[in-house]
């Protein structure tokens, strides 16, 4: 009997014990991790759970890889996605396990403004870390559309050249779609070229559909454009600032892009215009102007004569003074 209730006493103890410790495994399975700042880890591809579980001991984003291993059993091994995460503070074993099962991986962006030639636009991808690949061919200017784009760490440049002209394509369309079918324009091409053009001769929401206007009317009486940013890209192609003021010589250089040679838009964009250009292209201001120059506020003055625009012209070499 002795012996009986030893045993029973020692078993007794051995469930007090494995109940115990059951408890206490129980409650660091619950418990928030020792992160306390935000902190940025990149699992690589491959990483199986184990690796995954040590680097983040290390990187001090869990309390334990064992306890990690643990709770990943308990959530029936889910599969962990390879890439980029933010780890919040205090996130519990269960939190961090779902989060990579999910993918949740940090969304990296870039911005492209409107009105940059595509040299320029390649040169912010290139300037981005977060990218892979080298851009070939080069794209055709006025192909991509500017916006603000989202990217994940390591996706390749060639894709997001894709992805921007693929935008740009299904924007020009749609615009072409709701033109105002008495412009003179001849097909979606040259609608993005006069878009590429207001984009660069104003930065004025409200003036874009004006501006585009201008040159509506111009294209109709067969008057040369007379725009000063063709004049720069037939010069430069896009490829750097002109880094000077223009030239009456300029103005004279018969480039296939010089509007003030040619009685006709340029052959193709001078730069990679934005939606609002595209659309004030599409639907341009139908007004009596003819000329347009700078008002001295940033934006410009717009006359229905030659008299008026001189006068406006003088007006504006008295501020430029």
């Not at 215009?273 to 008002?295: C, H, Q, S, T, W």
Request: hydrophobic residues 40%; glycine residues 8%; proline residues 7%.
């Amino acid at each position: 009997m002795r012996f009986l209730y030893g045993c029973l006493s020692t078993l007794f103890l051995l469930i007090i014990l494995l109940g115990g410790s059951g408890a206490y495994v129980f409650y660091q399975l619950q418990e928030p991790s020792p992160l306390t700042d935000p902190k940025t880890i990149i699992i690589a591809r491959g990483s199986n759970a184990t690796g995954i579980a040590q680097k983040l001991e290390q990187e001090g984003v869990i309390k334990s890889a064992m306890l990690f291993r643990i709770r990943y059993f308990l959530q029936h091994q889910p599969e962990l996605k390879a890439g980029e995460y933010l780890f919040a503070p205090h996130l519990t074993l269960g939190e961090t396990i779902s989060k990579m099962a999910a993918g949740d991986i940090v969304k990296r962006k870039f911005t492209i403004p409107e009105g940059r030639t595509v040299a320029e636009i390649v040169q912010i991808l290139n300037a981005e870390q977060g990218l892979s690949g080298r851009i070939e061919p080069l794209p055709a200017e006025g192909s991509l559309l500017p916006d603000t784009y989202q990217f994940t760490l390591g996706d390749d440049r060639n894709a997001k050249i894709k992805e921007m002209q693929k935008a740009m394509t299904e924007t020009l369309m749609a615009a072409w779609a709701q033109r105002d079918s008495e412009t003179p324009l001849t097909g979606p091409q040259q609608l993005l070229t006069l878009a590429s053009i207001v984009e660069k001769e104003t930065g004025i929401d409200a003036e874009r559909r004006r501006v585009a206007g201008v040159f509506i009317n111009r294209l109709r009486k067969g008057m040369m454009l007379q725009s000063d940013p063709t004049v720069t890209y037939g010069i430069t192609l896009g490829n750097a600032p002109l880094g000077r003021q223009l030239t009456s010589n300029d103005l004279r250089n018969p480039t296939p892009y010089n509007t003030y040679t040619i009685p006709a838009l340029p052959p193709g964009p001078i730069a990679n215009p934005g939606k609002a250009a595209i659309m004030a292209a599409a639907l341009p201001e139908r007004n009596a102007y003819f000329y347009f120059v700078a008002d001295g506020t940033g934006g410009h003055a717009f006359a229905e004569t030659l008299d008026e625009h001189n006068r406006n012209v003088a007006n504006w070499h008295k501020i430029n003074k």
